[in-house]
């Protein structure tokens, strides 16, 4: 199987920096894709193949991928960036497997 | 709009069966692959079965697997999940959610969920 580690919950002060790392081994050879999920909403692409980011999201929103983690950046964070996040890839022994997902916390 | 239309959620006791339906609109359906994906009260997203196009092939969770039968009907512009034997532990909100293709297996949309209970 594959499974990939995030942390629960990071906390941040509006502003700053939240980085949220999706561990597991050799994730730097797959392609991650990352999801925003609000209470009661359904999730939503945030960023995908690593670092490419859909239109509509911010330029706020950053990934990158190396080694055994991929991680995704929210600069100067803001009370609305408060979500789950979930990271997710393909991998030829589970298909699509997600992260257990990282809980952002703006102080 | 693009958008992605769940519906068949219910409250079925253990061992019976429900089909959920994926109604799409705004884009050509038929050349995207489609995957259910759940998500238990409470808990993260699980993903649950996928189908692509031309040729249409099927992938299944192993949590699923030989209970649970994903397809489509493009005609209408639908997604299915039948879903068999079910078991407590498949409560959850379902969602479809289309890969946006184009070289990624990104889910780019995904529908606002319905909700499955299995309970006696």
Known sequence: ?107 | QVQLVESGGDVVQPGRSLRLSCTASGFIFSNYAMNWVRQAPGKGLEWVAVLSFDPNIEYYADSVKARFIISRDDSKNTLYLQMNSLRVEDTAVYYCAREAGDGTDAFDIWGQGTLVTVSS
């Open chain 1, 1 to 107: 199987s594959y499974v990939l580690t995030q942390p629960p919950s990071v906390s941040v002060v509006p502003g700053e920096t939240a980085m949220i790392p999706c561990g597991a081994n050799n994730i730097g050879s797959k392609n991650v894709h990352w999801y925003q999920q609000k209470p009661g909403q359904a999730p939503v692409l945030v960023i995908y193949s690593d670092s490419d980011r859909p239109s509509e999201i911010p330029a706020r929103f950053s990934g990158s991928n190396s080694g055994n983690t991929a991680t995704l950046s929210i600069s100067r964070v803001e009370a609305g960036d408060e979500a789950d996040y979930y990271c997710q890839v393909w991998d030829s022994t589970v298909d699509y497997v997600f992260g257990s997902g990282t809980t952002v916390t703006v102080l």
